[in-house]
């Protein structure tokens, strides 16, 4: 409550002033402490009530869009607190099953579009830095991006969804994968069995969507909202190494029991890599905008994490159709 302070004292003049940028500042800084804690509450991973603890917050993140005065800021509220009740309502009355984690990524992670739905609509209104409307994307706009050819024609864009699938059919198909579904002949979704086709076939319907709504929230908020924010005031180098290592730090919580007994140059590797990754993006984002980012990102996850499935669902596991304890390493070993 404390960040939205600056916010409030201009929602409670109650007059439609123009858009000033301390007023998308101090939207941002705001927005951006909400969607800190998170971040530090992916620490609770493992705990039954984390999802409803997550998504409570991800949904107090819309108010500082409301007390803004962002033009957006209703209609997300109403479409967060929806996707929050089907979430609800789907683990009360069937508990977990294969649809659970889409369900859960869609609320989390439109919320994370609200963000950048209205930082864009104060944004455009201030026309600072020459941000205005075309800048703006609709979540429709950014959805069907990875679906839209044209997405893809650049060589940074098809470079790296072409690396990342090289990388991942590499990784899968180099060593001997005991529990993939091509050794087992079997297919498992969580503890649900299917037939590897029928398990393919649902596998697939479940990733699409789930990686498309990963990239557009990812995308629109840690390149249209942070990296955008962060290139104006600080300059380019600085948005990119902040945002960069932001982008790294904040995947890391939920996998910390992982990371904590891993290695130390291997968590270093890891980490620069998770860097340059973004890195990536933002360059994406600069010179192809915010769908080509959002298609890349959408396009290299489902590439990765189907054949990460693929190497490690022929058994039951804990991850269902996200997997969580990688499999995919190229046989080569770096010491640093």
């Known amino acids: 409550m404390a960040t939205m302070a600056p916010l409030w004292g201009a929602h409670a003049q109650g007059s439609p002033a123009p858009v000033s940028e301390g007023r998308v500042a101090a939207y941002t800084a705001a927005t951006a402490s909400i969607q800190l804690a998170t971040v530090l509450e992916s620490f609770l991973y493992e705990r039954e009530y984390f999802p409803y603890l997550l998504l409570g917050t991800a949904t107090v993140q819309g108010l500082p869009a409301l007390f803004a005065g962002a033009e957006p800021a209703r209609i997300n509220a109403a479409v967060q607190l929806g996707l929050d009740a089907v979430y609800a309502g789907s683990a009360l009355v ?49 959805a069907s991006a990875p679906f839209d050819y044209r997405a893809y024609a650049h060589w940074s864009v098809a470079g790296f969804v072409g690396s990342m699938g090289a990388y991942s059919l590499i990784s899968m198909l180099s060593v001997d994968r005991p529990d993939a579904v091509w050794s087992t002949g079997e297919a498992y979704i969580g503890d649900y069995r299917f037939s590897p086709w029928a398990g393919v076939a649902l596998i697939l319907l479940l990733q699409v969507p789930n990686f498309v709504l990963t990239g557009v929230g990812e995308e629109a908020l840690y390149r249209g909202v942070y990296y955008e924010e962060l290139a104006y005031r600080l300059g380019e180098w600085p948005a990119k190494l902040i945002d960069g290592a932001y982008f790294t730090l904040s995947h890391y919580p939920q996998r910390w029991d992982e990371i904590a007994s891993s290695p130390t140059g ?58 969580g304890e990688r499999a995919l390493s190229i046989g080569v070993t770096l010491r640093l």
């Not at 919320?111 to 941000?131: C, E, K, N, P």
């Not at 915010?290 to 994490?305: E, G, K, M, P, W």
């Open 94 to 142: 069937f508990g977990e099953h294969p649809g659970t984690p889409l369900l859960f990524n869609a609320a989390h992670k439109y919320s994370m579009f609200a963000s950048y739905d209205s930082y864009a609509s104060l944004r455009s209104s201030a026309g600072y830095g020459g941000y205005g409307d075309e800048d703006r994307h609709s979540f429709l706009e950014l």
């Open 266 to 323: 291997e968590v270093i590797m890891t980490s620069l890599l998770s860097m340059a990754q973004a890195f990536w993006f933002q360059y994406i984002y600069e010179w192809r905008g915010l769908r080509s980012a959002v298609a890349a990102h959408a396009a290299a996850d489902v590439i990765v994490f189907f054949c990460d499935w693929l190497a490690q669902a022929g058994v039951p596991n804990r991850s269902g159709f996200s997997i």
